[in-house]
């Protein structure tokens, strides 16, 4: 069956622009995560969402990241005016139910030139 | 705040030998572990969990996790590796709100 899809797989920008990465979670998964994977480094949590809300932002690093969830399917993760230190493969995940399996895309690999 | 720890960026193995990845924990409650592993190229894919119950878990591909509560480790075992075992291996856990915490990563080679 269909998986977690993310869209775009690869994308290079210029340093200040704004880039919004997309993420298709498998149909009827409640769940959605977000996390950033910098080189030679662990995934790291950024937020996740229960249904159309936040339930925990708390990994979003500062301001210029911003995520949404409107009608608790797709999910995009948006930052304003990148940075350098923001190249890095941007991994979703999604699961039945909070708590569950997680179940992930391959990434959208960000490159801030 | 919960943690986990890879001590071995590295790993390895020839082929058919045992394998193991190293992984310990710190949480506050009851433990919730993972191993996921890392094609290059591609997410994360999930390869085993323990929740509660058998110390000994199995997963995916022939994978095995011994959970160790005296030791806070939950090492990823395998009794013959494959060449195609050769990737990056996460260890996670999962804390009070949900989110998943990984290690920085294990690389495993398996030579022919």
């Known amino acids: 069956g269909a998986g977690v899809s993310q869209t775009p797989s690869n994308k290079v920008t210029e340093k200040g622009k704004y880039v919004e990465l997309r993420c298709d979670p498998i149909?009827?998964?409640?769940?959605l995560y977000w996390y950033r994977q910098s080189l030679g480094q662990g995934p790291e949590f950024l937020i996740y969402?229960?249904?159309?809300?936040?339930?925990?932002d708390s990994g979003l690093p500062n301001d210029r990241f911003f995520a949404v969830r409107p009608e608790g399917s797709v999910s995009t993760l948006k930052i304003q005016r990148t940075e350098r230190g923001d190249s890095a493969v941007y991994l979703c995940a999604s699961s039945l139910s909070s708590g569950g399996k997680q179940h992930f895309g391959d990434g959208t690999r960000l490159s801030i030139l | 705040a919960q943690s986990v720890a890879q001590p071995e960026d590295q790993v390895n193995v020839a082929e058919g030998n045992p394998l193991t990845v190293k992984c310990t924990y710190s949480?506050?409650?009851?433990?919730?572990l993972f191993w996921y592993v890392q094609y290059p190229n591609r997410g994360l894919q999930f390869l085993l969990k323990?929740?509660?119950?058998?110390?000994l878990v199995k997963g995916s591909y022939g994978f095995e996790a011994e959970f160790n509560k005296s030791q806070t480790s939950f090492h990823l075992k395998k009794p013959s590796a494959l060449v195609s075992d050769s990737a990056l291996y996460f260890c996670?856990?999962?804390?009070?709100?949900?989110?998943?915490?990984f290690g920085a990563g294990t690389r495993l080679t398996v030579k022919p």
């Open positions: 996670a856990v999962r804390d009070n709100n949900n989110d998943m915490r």
């Open positions: 323990y929740i509660t119950g058998d110390n």
């Open positions: 969402f229960q249904g159309t809300g936040a339930a925990d």
């Open positions: 149909s009827g998964h409640t769940a």
């Open positions: 949480v506050s409650g009851n433990p919730y």
